[in-house]
């Protein structure tokens, strides 16, 4: 696509705003939506797949989509669930991420969420929510111990699968970003082995998942809680941030 598409778009920082929502599909995207209720007819709420690659290709796809080229977004806000790494942070904490890394080999390939509209959702969410740093995998971070050792290596508070891909490529099309994660997993918590969870296109595959479950049924309780906690929490949040929007 040409660069002319976007020549003449330029986010006002006095006044920033959003139309825009992104949500993993599933559970996540079903919560977003009743959290908004009647008010979600005033944003394009937009489910995606789980993991880089898929919302890499996802987004690739969406850029050329005759919507998109002619309705550009005016500003995005990704929100969802993510693991944390930091003992500071527990089961249903809100974090507004200030930059979001690739879990990869070199440390400082972090790219940052726009500065405005962060401070805007800051204010309407209130003193509770934290402005932390995230960083993106390509797998769920099951092991307690691997997000502690995560966390300090990279200096980050959340883990998640999609936030850095949305910033690689929003940043090329000078698109605003924000992004909202609320806590479902602690750092010292061990989750069911969901390695394979995944299909190659982000779907989820609940049979694995339902299997894995099984052969570790207490971890699977506590991941069930937790999750409905922080689910809750996430329709809480979607209600609020188009209050005074």
Not at 30 to 35: E, I, S
């Amino acid at each position: 696509m040409s660069s002319r598409t976007y020549s003449n778009y330029k986010p006002n920082p006095k006044n920033p705003n959003f139309d825009t929502v992104l949500v993993p599909q599933g559970m996540e995207y079903k919560t977003v939506c009743d959290g908004m209720g009647k008010n979600s007819a005033k944003l394009d709420i937009i489910a995606i797949p789980a993991g880089i690659q898929p919302l890499t290709t996802f987004l690739q796809q969406w850029q050329q989509s005759p919507n998109f080229v002619n309705k550009v977004p005016q500003g995005l806000i990704m929100m969802g669930l993510g693991g944390s790494l930091s003992l500071n942070y527990s089961v249903g904490d809100v974090i507004l991420y200030k930059k979001c890394g690739l879990m990869d080999y070199s440390q400082g390939n972090k790219g940052s969420c726009d500065q405005f509209l962060t401070e805007r959702l800051f204010k309407q969410l209130g003193n509770k929510t934290i402005i932390g740093e995230g960083i993106s995998s390509d797998r769920i971070i099951c092991s307690a111990e691997e997000k502690l050792l995560l966390g300090k290596k990279y200096q980050a508070d959340v883990v998640d699968m999609e936030g850095y891909a949305l910033l690689n490529w929003s940043e090329k099309l000078n698109i605003p970003v924000a992004m909202i994660r609320v806590i479902s997993d602690g750092c010292q918590q061990d989750l069911p082995d969901l390695t394979g969870a995944f299909t190659e296109d982000g779907s989820l595959r609940p049979f694995i998942i339902a299997r894995q479950m099984l052969t570790n049924p207490s971890n699977s309780i506590h991941l069930i809680s937790s999750s409905l906690r922080s689910l809750q929490v996430l329709k809480e949040v979607s209600n609020k941030i188009l209050d005074n929007g």
